[in-house]
C-alpha cells in the first residue's frame, strides 16, 4: 500500500478500520524524509523517537475506541512553533541551538488531538521571505522542481506535504507565508482571520500580522486541522473571545448562489499569462456551478498595500528581535572588550542580512522625526485597506484571486534584489494588512508548475472560505497533486 500522498480523510478510514496503525504510517513518513528530504531539506531537525512514541500511544488510544480525526496522523511543524524539548530554530543562526520549555498553544492542542510530530520545517529567517532562501540552513528546493524555489516564509512546510513526507503541516502567515508556498508546491494553505488561532509559542515577527495555519492535500484537510487548532486562548492577548463554528459541518453547501467578487488590482500588469489563464478557468468553474461572479470589482488601496506593509512588518520585526542581544538566550559572543562590543557582534553574526535589512528599516520607520511620516501613514493606509475590504464584503461572500503574479521562480534569481522579490507578496499582503482569512487552492499547471487560486472572506468567516474552496475543488474534479519526484 502506497502511503506516501494519503489525505488526512484517507488516513482517518484506514487507521479506524485498522487497514494500517500509526506506527506503520508514522514509519513510513520518517523512511520518505529519510529517502527524499536531501534533495528538498524540507526539515531542520526530525524526531523519530517522539513521532513513533506517540504514534504508539495513538494506536493505543484507537484500539480503545478514542480519539478524534487527527489521532494517529503525522504531521510537521514549521520552525517557529515552540516545541517542549524540540529545537526551534526559526531558520537562524541566533537560535542554532535554542530548545524550548514549553509547547506553542497550536502545537499543544494537535498533541492532545493525537496528531504525531514528525519534526520541525525549514522556513525563511525569523519568517522574513518569499523564497525559503533566507534560510541559515540551506534552502528549501520545491519538490516540482529541484532548481526552483518552494516559496516562503513557510517553504518547508509546503514541500514537505508536496513531497509526500507528511500528511499535512502548520505554517505561518505574515504577508503571505502560507498561501504562496502553498501556489507554488501546489497544496492548499490556509490563513486563518487574525485573532483566530492563538499566537502564544509562535516566536514573533510582526505581533499584529502574524497567524499559524495549515498546509494541507484536500480543502476537507484545511478544515479538519483548522478546527483542531482554532479557539480562545487566554495565554494570547490578541486571540479572540469568538466561538468556532463546526468547519466541516459546512464545509458542503456548495456554489450555488455565491456572489463572487474579482479585484481588478490583483491582476497587476506582470502577472504570468498562464496564471491570469488559469485563475480565470478555476472562476468560470465556480460559475458553471452556480456562482456569480462580477469581473470589475475595485479595491483602489491595493497599490498601496506593499509599501504599508514594509513599513508595519519592519517596525514591529525591530522591536520583537531587540531581546536577541546574547545576554538572556540564543547566540552569544563573548570575546568583545565591552558589553556593548559583544551585543553588537552577537547580533551582527547571528542575523542574516534579510533580517538585518528589515530591522533597519522598521528602526529607521520608529525613529524620532520620521515615526509620523512613516509608521503612522502606514496606519492609515491600513485602515483605509480595511475599509474598501469591508465595503466589498457587502456585496460579494468572497473575493477571489491569484495566490501569486507567477509560478515559482529559480533559486537565486531574484536573492539579490529585494524589490523584485517582495511583489512576489504583492497578492497576499493585503489580506494580512485587514486581518482578513484567505485559501490558496491549486487551480492548474502553467509549464509544469502549480498555480495557486487564492479565495478571501469576511472577518472569522472561514467556513465560508472553506465552502467556496471546497465547491471550486469539486467544480474543478480536481485531486490532490503529485509531484514528479518518484
Not at 513510513?28 to 531542520?44: M, S, T
Not at 525613529?367 to 483605509?384: E, F, H, I, N, P
Amino acid at each position: 500500500m502506497d502511503l506516501a500522498y494519503l489525505t488526512i480523510e484517507r488516513a482517518r478510514e484506514l487507521l479506524d478500520s485498522r487497514q494500517v496503525s500509526s506506527v506503520e504510517l508514522t514509519r513510513a513518513c520518517l523512511d520518505r524524509v529519510e529517502a527524499l528530504d536531501g534533495r528538498i531539506n524540507a526539515f531542520l531537525t526530525t524526531t523519530p523517537e517522539l513521532a513513533l512514541a506517540q504514534a504508539e500511544e495513538a494506536d493505543r488510544r484507537l484500539a480503545r475506541g478514542e480519539g478524534g480525526p487527527l489521532t494517529g496522523v503525522p504531521m510537521a511543524l514549521k520552525d517557529v512553533l515552540s516545541t517542549a524539548g524540540v529545537r526551534t530554530t526559526c531558520g537562524s543562526k541566533m537560535l542554532e541551538n535554542f530548545t524550548p520549555l514549553y509547547d506553542a498553544t497550536v502545537v499543544a492542542r494537535l498533541r492532545d488531538a493525537g496528531a504525531i510530530t514528525l519534526g520541525k520545517t525549514n522556513m525563511d529567517e525569523f519568517a522574513m521571505g518569499s523564497s525559503n532562501e533566507n534560510s541559515a540552513f540551506e534552502p528549501t528546493r520545491n519538490p516540482w522542481d529541484t532548481e526552483r524555489v518552494p516559496g516562503g516564509s513557510s517553504g518547508g512546510s509546503a514541500a514537505a506535504v508536496a513531497a509526500g513526507e507528511a500528511v499535512f503541516s502548520l505554517g505561518t502567515d505574515t504577508g503571505g507565508s502560507i498561501r504562496q508556498p502553498a501556489a507554488y508546491c501546489g497544496v492548499v494553505g490556509l490563513k486563518p482571520t487574525y485573532g483566530r488561532v492563538s499566537r502564544f509559542g509562535l516566536v514573533a515577527f510582526a505581533s499584529s500580522l502574524d497567524q499559524a495555519g495549515p498546509l494541507t492535500r484536500t480543502v476537507g484537510d484545511a478544515a479538519l486541522a483548522l478546527q483542531a487548532i482554532a479557539g480562545h486562548d487566554p495565554r494570547d492577548s490578541t486571540s479572540a473571545p469568538i466561538e468556532v463554528p463546526d468547519f466541516i459541518a459546512r464545509l458542503d453547501g456548495g456554489a450555488s448562489g455565491l456572489r463572487i467578487g474579482v479585484p481588478v488590482e490583483y491582476f497587476p500588469p506582470d502577472t504570468q499569462p498562464g496564471v491570469r489563464e488559469a485563475v480565470s478557468r478555476a472562476i468560470n468553474d465556480l460559475v458553471a456551478a452556480g456562482a456569480t461572479v462580477d469581473w470589475e470589482v475595485s479595491l483602489p488601496s491595493t497599490p498601496y498595500a506593499l509599501a504599508t506593509y514594509y513599513i508595519i512588518a519592519p517596525s514591529e520585526a525591530s522591536a520583537n528581535l531587540a531581546r536577541y542581544d546574547g545576554v538572556k538566550y540564543g547566540y552569544s559572543y563573548q570575546d568583545g572588550a565591552t558589553m556593548w562590543e559583544n551585543m553588537e557582534t552577537t547580533r551582527g553574526l547571528g542575523f542574516g542580512d534579510e533580517v538585518k535589512r528589515r530591522i533597519m528599516l522598521g528602526t529607521y520607520a520608529l525613529s524620532a522625526g520620521y515615526y509620523d511620516a512613516y509608521y503612522l501613514k502606514a496606519q492609515k493606509v491600513r485602515t483605509l485597506i480595511r475599509a474598501e475590504f469591508d465595503e466589498a464584503f457587502r456585496k460579494y461572500d468572497v473575493l477571489v484571486a491569484p495566490t501569486a503574479p507567477s509560478v515559482a521562480f529559480p533559486l537565486g534569481s531574484k536573492v539579490n534584489d529585494p524589490y523584485a522579490m517582495y511583489l512576489n507578496d504583492v497578492c497576499t499582503l493585503p489580506v494580512n494588512i485587514a486581518g482578513l482569512p484567505g485559501i490558496s487552492v491549486p487551480c492548474g499547471l502553467v509549464d509544469g508548475l502549480p498555480v495557486g487560486l487564492q479565495i478571501i472572506g469576511r472577518p472569522f468567516d472561514e467556513a465560508g472560505v472553506l465552502r467556496a474552496a471546497r465547491a471550486y475543488e469539486l467544480a474543478a474534479g480536481s485531486e490532490a497533486l503529485r509531484p514528479p519526484l518518484d
